[in-house]
């Protein structure tokens, strides 16, 4: 099957999730809305199982993918990581399948999350991948957190200590998934995210670290002395 066909199957299935629970949606009205046989559907998925496991990995990816792009999307360190968390929480908030995957809550209108295998692999290489284990809410603080720490120690960036980036990146991700739990008022997430990280220094600066400037725009880095 040509890639286009099988994303117009997951864009089919994810469309009737959002309108039925997962265990009233029908191949046969998936096959149709994608415009393909009910037996294209089978060959592609190997069953209804196969399709939930592989539009819950095309989430996963969405996800991550989303992830990508806030880190890459502006040259200071904070706002790249106010970006993820941003980011982590609007997807969260606007797909149910990210936000079952980001806190372990599946409820009864969704597709069972995948733990393991199927005992045949499948002939089509994506569909392999997606019966592949997804990851557990921990697997996906560890992925977010390495991505961003990659990121963020990019060649031009001039850090002082991996450790201590690697545990602001960590502490963002946490912030965010709390967001994603017990949501905060509209336009929130970036004034928690700024103030978690006035004292994790992920950006450039000269010297040891030091207690931020009190009301400084430039919060979180080191306050200079004045040269002499």
């Not at 045949?120 to 977010?144: C, E, H, M, N, Y």
């Not at 963020?152 to 001039?158: D, F, K, R, W």
């Not at 509209?186 to 950006?203: F, K």
Request: net charge neutral; hydrophobic share 45%; aromatic share 4%.
């Amino acid at each position: 099957m040509m890639p286009a066909a099988r994303e117009s199957l997951l864009d089919a299935a994810f469309t009737a999730l959002t309108r039925r629970p997962w265990s009233a949606v029908r191949m046969v009205d998936v096959a149709a809305a994608a415009g393909v046989s009910r037996q294209t559907l089978y060959n592609e998925f190997g069953g209804k199982d196969g399709l939930a496991r592989a539009l819950v990995r095309r989430e996963a990816d969405g996800y991550l993918a989303g992830i990508e792009r806030a880190l890459a999307g502006s040259s200071d360190a904070r706002d790249r990581l106010t970006a993820t968390a941003e980011w982590t929480t609007a997807v969260a908030r606007d797909n149910a399948l990210v936000r079952a995957m980001l806190t372990g809550c599946w409820s009864e209108r969704l597709p069972t999350p995948p733990s393991a295998a199927p005992t045949l692999a499948s002939a089509v290489p994506a569909q392999r991948r997606a019966d592949a284990p997804l990851p557990t809410p921990g697997d996906f603080v560890a992925i977010v957190r390495d991505r961003a720490v990659a990121a963020l120690s990019a060649p031009g960036a001039h850090l002082t200590d991996p450790a201590e980036l690697a545990r602001a990146c960590e502490l963002v991700v946490r912030l965010a998934l709390s967001c994603v739990a017990a949501p905060p008022a509209e336009g929130a997430v970036a004034p928690l995210i700024h103030g978690a990280l006035r004292r994790h220094p992920v950006g450039p600066h000269r010297g040891g670290y030091e207690a931020p400037c009190d009301g400084t725009p430039g919060a979180g880095f080191q306050c200079a002395e004045p040269e002499s």
